[in-house]
């Protein structure tokens, strides 16, 4: 069974926005700090953001502070990603992941492709 599964990828044009969401199973529940990474062809992963339990937030960049929003609803189980102004560099596939506090990230979702056209 999947744990994390994300959803909202697609093509879009430079300038464009997207919400990424990712669905979390029931073992994971609001505790979990939720985050999300991206993977460009070619590169590493890097981490993008992550939320925790009460909602703090933390962005690896300016940039993506500046243009992309994490949010949660615990309600629901589900994790966002709110992204404005893209890039052709935020061109990547997108994963969700979530961890216990202190913990290594454990449970990744599959990934959802953004493909930023010029």
């Known amino acids: 069974q999947e744990q994390l599964v994300e959803s909202g990828g697609g093509l879009v044009q430079a300038g464009d926005s997207l919400r990424l969401s990712c669905a979390a199973s029931?073992?994971?529940?609001?505790?979990?700090?939720m985050g999300w990474f991206r993977q460009a062809p070619g590169k590493e992963r890097e981490f993008v953001a992550s939320?925790?339990?009460?909602?703090?937030?933390?962005y690896s960049t300016n940039s993506m502070r500046d243009r992309f929003t994490i949010s949660r609803d615990n309600a629901k189980n589900t994790v966002y990603l709110q992204t404005s102004s893209l890039k052709p560099e935020d061109t990547a596939v997108y994963y969700c992941?979530?961890?216990?506090?202190?913990?290594?990230?454990?449970?990744w979702g599959k990934g959802t492709l953004v493909t930023v056209s010029s």
């Open positions: 992941a979530a961890k216990l506090p202190g913990n290594m990230w454990y449970y």
């Open positions: 029931a073992r994971i529940t609001s505790n979990y700090v």
């Open positions: 939320i925790s339990s009460i909602g703090t937030k933390t």
